[in-house]
């Protein structure tokens, strides 16, 4: 199909395009192994253009794509050039037919000089201008709409409730897919996990303040978002290697795909469920495992983690015919987070939690059903009380909890919304609970309890999840 060989020839030409920038950048654009490189250049263009007049390539989150489909194996391999055009800002590539010899030497001279002085003195778009650079153009993010620090806060966190949405219309479509014995579009997984992945590294607090104010009506969709979000952040606290986050949280996302089967059935029943019913609840994991080990192309990762997230850490939980001596490290994260969010939330089976009591009641659980160390990472990572509480100071003041702080779980940054009269503050400010008086030892600030959303003390308008 012309397609798929089309798609096979621009990889070669990403490929091609990665290895001229480095040796343009090593040797200078005038060396012959660039030069070579440049020659190469335009005969995979060549190639390409037998087929369409252009060719575009794009950033998608940390993944270079073409007509929207990542490239997942080649962007793993590439990650430097993908960071080096993410510090250009440089979202888009495209060549025309037509393109000659001396723009893709010139194009490549862009990226020799330092990206950030460069940057300071011309614009990618600029630069291209002024080397008289017709054929082959760059779209940067920002460009139009200005620059991305110059998002206003209501536009990030319409950007992440924009990604959020994409991801509960995903797990529907999947439902979807699923009671239609229909395979799962993982395709469609990594394009929206990609993006979640780049929303996570650039506003953790707001993916975190969604989960903690988002109305749980879709419950596993909801849920299922809550536990994959909640399970990158993990995994970033620990480290993890950027290339493994996908596979992460797809492996997160789809942890319930056992429960999603069941939908509809028997969980929305409410209340009292028959031994029977009880019976398929504790199988789904392993009904969850074995339809994405059916599913072609997702990572082993997906089907393990589904059938060990009832596991416990003591290996207590279900299933109980196990084939392994250990449990993945991912599937032990994403039960701390399928906790969490089950004992915040109100479920099936009891009341919601304050996150005091949710804290407290985690903390039993280590060691038992929660690996301990990890338990510990997660808290460090969005601390007691989440961003998106609502908090109530020693001061008086009313404020929300918009940054966790790595030095100490119960004092995080809160934005002070309510001064000491309880009367609403004309221009919040953020206050940092780590901060002390004078005197030694004296926190100026320090958390009494949390408070439920109520029309004495609401959410500000910016940060209202819908
Ligand atoms: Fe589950
Ligand atoms: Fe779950």
Avoid: C, W
């Avoid at 654009?29 to 390409?48: I, M, R, W, Y």
């Avoid at 003195?121 to 779209?139: D, W």
């Avoid at 009367?423 to 958390?447: F, Q």
Wanted: glycine fraction near 6%; avoid cysteine; hydrophobic fraction near 40%.
């Amino acid at each position: 199909m012309a397609h798929g060989d089309t798609r096979k020839d621009v990889e070669e030409f990403v490929k091609e395009l990665m290895a001229a920038i480095q040796k343009s950048t090593f040797y200078g654009t005038g060396h012959d192994l660039t030069k070579a490189s440049v020659n190469a250049l335009e005969e995979k263009l060549a190639a390409v253009f037998t087929q369409q007049p252009d060719l575009t390539i794009g950033i998608v989150g940390d993944e270079v794509a073409f007509e929207k489909e990542p490239f997942y194996e080649l962007s793993r391999n590439i990650r430097t050039f993908i960071a080096r055009l993410q510090e250009m800002k440089i979202e888009k590539i495209s060549f025309a037919k037509g393109v000659e010899k001396k723009e893709l030497t010139d194009f490549l001279g862009i990226f020799v000089k330092d990206p950030k002085s460069a940057r300071k003195a011309e614009t990618v778009e600029e630069a291209l201008a002024s080397r008289g650079i017709t054929n082959i153009m760059i779209e940067s993010l920002g460009a139009g709409s200005g620059e991305q620090e110059d998002q206003s806060p209501e536009e990030l966190f319409g950007a992440v409730k924009d990604n959020f949405q994409e991801g509960m219309d995903y797990l529907k479509s999947t439902l979807d897919d699923i009671s239609n014995n229909r395979a799962i579009d993982i395709k469609a997984a990594r394009f929206f996990i990609s993006k979640l992945i780049s929303n996570l590294l650039k506003n953790k607090d707001l993916l975190l303040i969604l989960t903690t104010l988002k109305k749980q009506d879709d419950l596993t969709f909801v849920h299922s978002m809550n536990v994959s979000i909640l399970t990158l952040a993990q995994a970033e606290s620990l480290g993890i290697e950027q290339s493994l986050l996908s596979d992460i949280g797809i492996a997160a996302l789809l942890h319930d795909t056992g429960k999603l089967a069941l939908e509809g059935k028997i969980l929305k029943k409410g209340k009292e469920l028959n031994p029977e019913e009880i019976e398929k609840v504790r199988s789904h994991p392993a009904d969850g495992a074995k339809i994405l080990l059916e599913t072609p192309g997702l990572p082993p990762l997906a089907a393990l983690a589904a059938f060990e997230h009832h596991l416990r850490y003591d290996r207590k939980g279900y299933p109980t015919r196990l084939y392994s001596k250990q449990t993945n490290l991912v599937s032990m994260m994403v039960t701390i987070a399928d906790v969490y969010d089950a004992i915040r939330n109100k479920r099936h089976y009891h009341e919601a939690r304050v996150p005091e009591e949710v804290y407290d009641e985690m903390m039993k659980l280590s060691g038992g059903y929660l690996h301990p160390v990890l338990l510990e990472i997660f808290f460090k990572t969005i601390g007691v009380y989440p961003p998106g509480t609502l908090v109530e100071l020693d001061t008086g003041e009313v404020g929300l909890v918009v940054k966790e702080s790595f030095l100490d779980i119960k004092r995080p940054f809160v934005e002070i919304l309510y001064n000491t009269k309880g009367k609403k503050e004309g221009a919040p400010h953020i206050a940092n609970l780590m901060e002390k008086k004078s005197a030694p030892d004296v926190y100026k600030r320090t958390i009494v309890r949390s408070l439920a959303v109520s029309e004495k003390f609401e959410i500000p308008e910016k940060y209202r999840a819908g």
